[in-house]
């Protein structure tokens, strides 16, 4: 078993009069690349921002490497790299400079980290590039560059990807991954697009209204993503009201007052048509589809009030 080297346990955080986070529980396993799924405002940045010292718990407890004391806590934290709120980079600054400004801001010492942080971005070529210059790729990987100037074990990312073409997405995933695999730098990355984590997490937790509803590894996601028949009937209701009585069937999911998906009876679509028409059900259309990611979240989630789900 992997060593858990960030974990919450019943974690919850109220502002004023909002409840941001309820009972969440969870563990960052070492190695792991963990993808935070979740809609905006479901509580991904105040997880985030708890776990770096940036805002307190109401409730509950966290621990870093195994310590939950404010001295184990406050010790951890210096092993963590995190990107929540955009660094603020000075425009007229190259990337070096930038990174030079705030390694003696934290006190890091020694130089040769700027130079091996830039390395490991990319961003060793820019010479005399200012950063208003840069593009928003450039820009997330300077972000980076200063997550890893202290050497983390564990990088915490909000939304690192939001905003980047598809070709900035490919370039941070692989850098990432890269991280991750050369460097054995365990990751935390949150996003509101599923799809954005693909081929990247190991593992994904969904978090709906401050509440972490689903965890599962990226293989059981692909296996949950399955297969279904799509039934498009004059009353879903009804029709999952005989789905229930007539053949016991409960893995069904009603996505409109017109329509269900059935993940049981694929190869028996007739058997479902027939028992519609029997029980006066008016039947449009019963075919078979498969369920792509942002099905497979809208149907945890539920995704009518927010159309950012789907922002590609
Ligand atoms: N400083 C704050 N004061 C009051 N309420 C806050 C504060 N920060 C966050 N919230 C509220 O807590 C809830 C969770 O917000 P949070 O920023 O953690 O969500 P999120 O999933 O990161 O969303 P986003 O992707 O939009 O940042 C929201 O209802 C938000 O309005």
Do not use: W
């Not at 858990?4 to 969440?24: D, H, M, P, R, V």
């Amino acid at each position: 078993m992997a060593e858990i080297i960030a974990a919450a346990g019943n974690l919850s955080k109220e502002y004023q009069n909002t409840k941001a986070l309820s009972n969440i529980n969870f563990g960052l396993r070492r190695g792991d690349i963990y993808g935070l799924v979740g809609k905006n405002g479901a509580g991904k940045t105040t997880l985030l921002r708890i776990l770096t010292g940036q805002a307190f718990l109401t409730a509950g407890s966290i621990s870093l490497f195994g310590e939950s004391s404010k001295e184990g806590l406050s010790k951890g934290r210096k092993r963590i790299g995190a990107i929540i709120e955009e660094p603020g980079f000075y425009s007229y600054m190259t990337a070096r400079e930038n990174l030079e400004y705030y390694r003696i801001q934290r006190g890091i010492p020694g130089k040769r980290c700027v130079q091996e942080a830039l390395e490991e971005v990319g961003l060793v070529d820019t010479g005399n590039k200012k950063f208003q210059n840069f593009s928003l790729g450039m820009k997330q990987r300077l972000g980076l560059a200063l997550a890893l100037m202290n050497k983390p074990e564990i990088l915490l990312l909000d939304e690192p990807i939001n905003g980047l073409d598809p070709f900035g997405i490919v370039e941070i995933r692989n850098l990432l991954l890269k991280l991750n695999k050369e460097k054995k730098i365990t990751i935390l990355i949150s996003s509101h697009i599923l799809t954005e984590l693909t081929n990247l997490v190991t593992c994904y937790g969904f978090i709906d209204r401050g509440e972490l509803i689903k965890q599962l590894s990226e293989e059981e996601l692909l296996k949950e993503c399955g297969k279904y028949l799509e039934v498009k009937v004059d009353k879903a209701e009804r029709m999952a009201a005989l789905l229930e009585t007539k053949l016991g069937c409960h893995a069904y999911k009603v996505t409109s007052d017109y329509s269900l998906h059935i993940f049981e009876y694929l190869n028996q679509p007739e058997l479902i048509s027939q028992m519609a028409v029997e029980n006066g059900i008016g039947l449009r259309s019963i075919a078979p589809k498969e369920m792509n990611l942002e099905d497979y979240f809208m149907q945890l989630v539920g995704g009518k009030d927010d159309e950012a789900i789907y922002e590609k």
